[in-house]
Antibody, heavy 121, light 107 residues
């Protein structure tokens, strides 16, 4: 059974940093691209970032470029999102999501339960 | 950046009725379109990928159609548990944006 378990969310002040983690199990982690998708309170879904299975390719939404860094440790089956220079409008539930067939830019078929990031003074 | 526009914003129907949800892309995305269902308080779930392929475990009452810029998600006979927000997402180009969602209410 595929499981994705996010952690690392919490309350942070504007300008601060946070690192999210996503522990994956139930599939061959290194064979699948992974994604972060977020959802602000009461709002729709916003794709944040993606990383290829080997970690060699990374992609970001424009508003996250230069502030967020996606990475993965295939030996630990774990996905990360380092978030720096956080802004109030980064407040959201952050979901970790697995690509359907492995490739970059594929649809996502499994989602974690999400971790809430609140940016506030 | 490709923009996906979903309509209607809200749809209110009775159990057993047919629901038709639309997603229009600002430029062609070929058949690289997916539909997701998000029930209240839950993570999204993949329903349809590549415009018409049902994901594993999705009931046959859900179907997708379309290509290019116009896509449709059809729920043939609504069940009470279909209450949710439905999102389309394109994967033709980066970033893989989502539509703004259609809220499906069950009368």
């Amino acid at each position: 059974e595929v499981q994705l378990l996010e952690s690392g969310g919490g309350l942070v002040q504007p300008g601060g940093s946070l690192r999210l983690s996503c522990a994956a199990s139930g599939f061959t982690f290194s064979s699948y691209a992974m994604n972060w998708v977020r959802q602000a309170p009461g709002k729709g879904l916003q794709w944040v970032s993606a990383i290829g299975g080997s970690g060699g390719s990374t992609y970001y939404a424009d508003s996250m470029k230069g502030r967020f860094t996606i990475s993965r440790d295939n030996s630990k089956n774990t996905l990360y999102l380092q978030m720096n220079s956080l802004r109030v409008d980064d407040t959201a539930v952050y979901y970790c999501a697995k690509s359907l067939r492995g490739g970059d830019g594929d649809s996502v078929d499994y989602w974690g339960q999400g971790t809430l990031v609140t940016v506030s003074s | 950046e490709i923009v996906l526009t979903q309509s209607p914003a809200t749809l209110s129907l009775s159990p057993g009725e047919r629901a038709t949800l639309s997603c229009r892309a600002s430029q062609s995305v070929s058949a690289y379109l997916a539909w997701y269902q998000q029930k209240p308080g839950q993570a999204p779930r993949l329903l349809i990928y590549d415009a018409f392929k049902r994901a594993t475990g999705i009931p046959a009452r859900f179907s997708g159609s379309g290509s290019g810029t116009d896509f449709t998600l059809t729920i043939s006979s609504l069940e009470p548990e279909d209450l949710a927000v439905y999102y389309c997402q394109q994967r033709s180009d980066w970033p893989p944006v989502f539509g703004q969602g259609t809220k499906l209410e069950i009368k």
